[in-house]
């Protein structure tokens, strides 16, 4: 599996580091005055698929539809967890099947799209309600996710997250 991801994903994110005719769009939590109209735009039908794909996975995360989250996954998808641990597609499935990723709600809060022909990442931040057990989780974070595009269609390839604490419990520690 890991030379999959090596062989698969790696040229992908080291591709978008290069290619100079990369466009750019904001949520409008983020819209920037003055920036070039056509450089958000000259993409925009692929942006506004990759920004509702983005939608699609927010909301099937948030209700544990495991069929739409397996169509938004690509086969050889990659998840790293706030926490650091690693799953596989068919791992992280399983555990949104058993509950394991139960969210009560699941918002992303900010988000910058970079897309490239057929890839694109997306960076933002994110809100959750998680049930753990008996208790109730509220937590921030910050993600980063890559996307192909195969056909009409974006498949998220990789997708990793980091909590965010607040700085009252940095400033503890």
Same mark, same amino acid.
């Given at each position: 599996?890991?030379?999959? #991801?090596?062989?698969?994903?790696? /040229?992908?994110?080291?591709?978008?580091?290069?290619? /100079?005719?990369?466009?750019?769009?904001? @949520?409008?939590?983020?819209?920037?005055?003055?920036?070039?109209?056509?450089?958000?735009?000259?993409?925009?039908?692929?942006?506004?698929?990759?920004?509702?794909?983005?939608?699609?996975?927010?909301?099937?995360?948030?209700?544990?539809? #495991?069929?739409?989250?397996? @169509?938004?996954?690509?086969?050889?998808?990659?998840?790293?967890? @706030?926490?650091?641990? &690693?799953?596989?597609?068919?791992?992280?499935?399983?555990?949104?099947?058993?509950?394991?990723?139960?969210?009560?709600?699941?918002? #992303?809060?900010?988000?910058?799209?970079?897309?490239?022909?057929? !890839?694109? &990442?997306? &960076?933002?931040?994110?809100? &959750?309600?998680?049930?753990?057990?008996?208790?109730?989780?509220?937590?921030?974070?910050?993600?980063?996710?890559?996307?192909?595009?195969?056909?009409?269609?974006?498949?998220?390839?990789?997708?990793?997250?980091?909590?965010?604490?607040?700085? !009252?419990?940095?400033?503890?520690?």
């Amino acid at each position: 599996m890991k030379k999959l #991801i090596v062989t698969c994903a790696a /040229p992908g994110l080291v591709a978008l580091t290069s290619w /100079p005719h990369t466009s750019y769009a904001t @949520s409008a939590l983020q819209e920037q005055p003055g920036r070039a109209v056509t450089t958000a735009t000259r993409s925009t039908d692929a942006l506004e698929a990759l920004r509702n794909a983005e939608k699609l996975r927010e909301s099937a995360m948030a209700t544990g539809d #495991i069929e739409l989250l397996k @169509s938004l996954f690509s086969e050889y998808y990659y998840h790293v967890e @706030s926490n650091g641990r &690693v799953r596989s597609k068919t791992q992280l499935l399983l555990s949104v099947q058993r509950g394991e990723f139960k969210f009560l709600s699941y918002k #992303i809060d900010e988000m910058e799209v970079r897309l490239s022909g057929i !890839a694109a &990442v997306t &960076v933002g931040r994110f809100t &959750v309600t998680r049930q753990v057990g008996l208790e109730q989780k509220q937590y921030s974070g910050r993600f980063m996710r890559v996307w192909e595009r195969e056909g009409d269609r974006w498949r998220n390839t990789m997708h990793q997250s980091t909590e965010v604490q607040p700085l !009252a419990v940095v400033a503890a520690k």
